[in-house]
């Protein structure tokens, strides 16, 4: 029998009470995943923090200031979309955004003697996933993270 796919769709408004339900949604998803031998706790943690971290992150920056035609859609200005696809030892999570975007490689290390709020949940997402890329496309921005199982 071949493994199952998972693929959950979730648009949520750009409102930070819902970190807690995307960031749930990973947990389970681990918990739940039938081929995979790793930590499962572990990895609940991981995909919980990705998940709010990610999201958290696109609803902050989710308006384009330089944008009044994406400003005028509905879905730009009011709605962050996360997109988390599970196929052959791999998840695939990806979270679009609509503002102004930002180069993924310019974004400096956080400095830990002197915490602050910018940097550290890209670092986190850096440190926990395989892979992470961030592109600029016409119709909004998609941070894309990989975690082979």
């Known amino acids: 029998m071949s493994p ?8 949520i408004p750009t409102q930070t009470r819902y970190l807690d339900l995307i960031g749930s949604i990973g947990g389970h998803i681990a918990k739940e995943l039938d081929n995979y031998t790793g930590d499962r706790t572990a990895l609940a943690y991981h995909l ?4 709010t971290e990610a999201t958290a992150n696109a609803i902050k920056h989710a308006h384009d200031k330089n944008s009044q035609e994406l400003k005028d859609t509905k879905e730009a200005k009011d709605t962050v979309r996360i997109c988390i696809h599970i196929e052959d030892k ?8 609509h503002g102004q975007g930002f180069d993924l ?3 400096a290390a956080p ?5 602050q709020d910018h940097g ?3 670092f986190f997402i850096k440190t926990f996933m395989d892979s992470v890329t961030y592109t600029q496309q016409a119709d909004g921005n998609v941070l ?6």
């Open 105 to 107: 490689e310019t974004v």
């Open 4 to 11: 199952a796919i998972i693929q959950v769709d979730v648009i």
């Open 48 to 51: 919980n923090l990705v998940l």
């Open 111 to 115: 400095d830990f003697d002197n915490p």
């Open 144 to 149: 894309e993270i990989i975690k082979f199982l």
């Open 120 to 122: 550290m949940g890209l």
């Open 90 to 97: 791999q998840l695939t999570i990806k979270v679009y955004d």
